[in-house]
T-cell receptor, first 112, second 114 residues
């Protein structure tokens, strides 16, 4: 079956630090990969996505590249802000199933 | 109003109460979902509706009863819940459940069962 593994948090950084949140997956077929973000008191919202190998998704300074050879989709940002503090979820859909598989989520805390 | 809305945002209920959660999407989507988000546990998919037909019931206890009267509205009827059912209940929708489309989430209903 499909699965998504994310690094455990919380990840604590100072403002303007570089961010990496690791995500690896197992899936049948050719999955589509997603990063969702959940700000405090809100639901999840799409941050970025990639639908085929070597695609790079990007949004709000965040990037992630679909790496089929390493089955990874790591999230990166060059300079984080306090407002980036949230929980980040890696997810995939695959194998003709529209039911997404989510990782456990990684909490990011950015200090001024 | 646009996007996915959920009411109420907060709910406290006793174990003998009956209540309902409401979700509405104004995006013209065909599929709607209920998720349960508990502290320190993975996001759990509960139910999926596609064109008003239930296509997924992820071994959810019968004290949770979904209803989808049309493509824009989704309800979750609650009765005789347990304290461990306390969680954030998230509704989501997607345009076409073929696996490529983004899920759009509502803000959730924070449920506390006493």
């Amino acid at each position: 079956g499909n699965s998504v593994t994310q690094m455990e948090g919380p990840v604590t950084l100072s403002e303007e630090a570089f961010l990496t949140i690791n995500c690896t997956y197992t899936a049948t077929g050719y999955p589509s990969l997603f990063w969702y973000v959940q700000y405090p008191g809100e639901g999840l919202q799409l941050l970025l996505k990639a639908t085929k190998a070597d695609d790079k998704g990007s949004n709000k300074g965040f990037e992630a590249t679909y790496r089929k050879e390493t089955t990874s989709f790591h999230l990166e940002k060059g300079s984080v802000q306090v407002s980036d503090s949230a929980v980040y979820f890696c997810a995939l859909t695959s194998g003709g199933s529209y039911i997404p598989t989510f990782g456990r989520g990684t909490s990011l805390i950015v200090h001024p | 109003e646009t996007g996915v809305t959920q009411t109420p945002r907060h709910l406290v209920m006793g174990m003998t109460n009956k209540k309902s959660l409401k979700c509405e999407q104004h995006l013209g989507h065909n599929a709607m979902y209920w998720y349960k988000q508990s502290a320190k546990k993975p996001l759990e998919l509960m139910f999926v509706y596609n064109f008003k037909e239930q296509t997924e019931n992820n071994s959810v206890p019968s004290r949770f009863s979904p209803e989808c009267p049309n493509s824009s509205h989704l309800f979750l009827h609650l009765h005789t819940l347990q304290p461990e059912d306390s969680a954030l209940y998230l509704c989501a929708s997607s345009q076409d459940p073929t696996g490529q489309e983004t899920q759009y989430f509502g803000p959730g209903t924070r449920l506390l069962v006493l």
